[in-house]
């Protein structure tokens, strides 16, 4: 295969598949990593995509706009369900608190919280409220505030308040990207400052991302790496972006 041939080879499958590793790629055209990086060079500089650790995403990946919660909820609901069940593992087994944040997956596992167990669940999510409402054990808080209709979470002083007085043993946290250099992102400042109100609140922070998360970027940066403690993903993560979390001491779980 001619470099033009395997460049537009590439090029079309960021495009398809939201993003592609170096490791993935040199394997599938077997060629090296080197090579790899060179094509992803050229390509980036004509303009067809661009790079981050260990790959390459489209020239859009950084967002300022995002879909509702039913258009979220049909991308990767298999991934989706695996990492909410998986994320269970982590609600204290002798009952104790949490906050959970608004997304598609953080829904899933507030649909799955063990019910053997007493629990104090807070969130600023109506989906996850109504999940967790016939919860026998759980006493759920509601953060009340300003109802962001696309993403049915409520945002404003009103949560960031509450949240400033708990302190929760395990926060679940969602997130639109997730890169090495931005860190954990979304695209409304509202629903960021939320969130990192969420982390600051909680002794173990865990978020749940299904790997096409990985490597996007949004505008919004609201946590480092160094804030995250567990990562829940599904098999399509890069193994070199896994290895780059557990070298920074994130715990890396796939569903």
Do not use: W
Not at 151 to 157: R, S, Y
Request: aromatic share 4%.
């Amino acid at each position: 295969m001619y470099a033009e041939e395997r460049q537009q080879a590439i090029a079309d499958q960021v495009l398809a598949h939201g993003r592609a590793s170096v490791t993935a790629l040199a394997e599938e055209f077997d060629v090296t990593s080197e090579t790899v990086r060179r094509d992803l060079a050229s390509l980036e500089r004509a303009g067809f995509l661009r790079r981050v650790h260990g790959g390459a995403v489209p020239v859009d990946a950084v967002r300022v706009t995002e879909l509702g919660v039913a258009e979220r909820a049909d991308a990767h609901p298999d991934e989706k369900e695996r990492i909410g069940t998986a994320a269970c593992r982590f609600v204290p087994s002798d009952g104790g608190s949490l906050v959970i944040d608004a997304g598609t997956t953080t829904v899933q596992a507030a649909a799955r919280l063990p019910r053997d167990r007493s629990l104090t669940v807070f969130t600023n999510s109506l989906p996850v409220a109504a999940s967790v409402a016939d919860h026998p054990g759980a006493q759920l808080h509601f953060l009340g505030g300003r109802i962001r209709g696309l993403t049915q979470a409520a945002v404003g002083p009103a949560p960031i308040t509450a949240l400033a007085s708990f302190r929760v043993d395990v926060a679940f946290i969602g997130t639109n990207g997730i890169t090495e250099r931005h860190g954990l992102s979304t695209p409304d400042p509202d629903e960021g400052a939320v969130k990192s109100a969420m982390i600051a609140a909680a002794n173990r922070v865990v978020v749940l991302a299904d790997s096409s998360k990985l490597g996007a970027e949004d505008m919004t940066r609201f946590a480092g790496l160094d804030e995250v403690d567990v990562l829940i993903t599904d098999d399509g993560i890069d193994p070199s972006f896994s290895a780059q979390l557990s070298a920074r001491g994130v715990e890396v779980v796939i569903a």
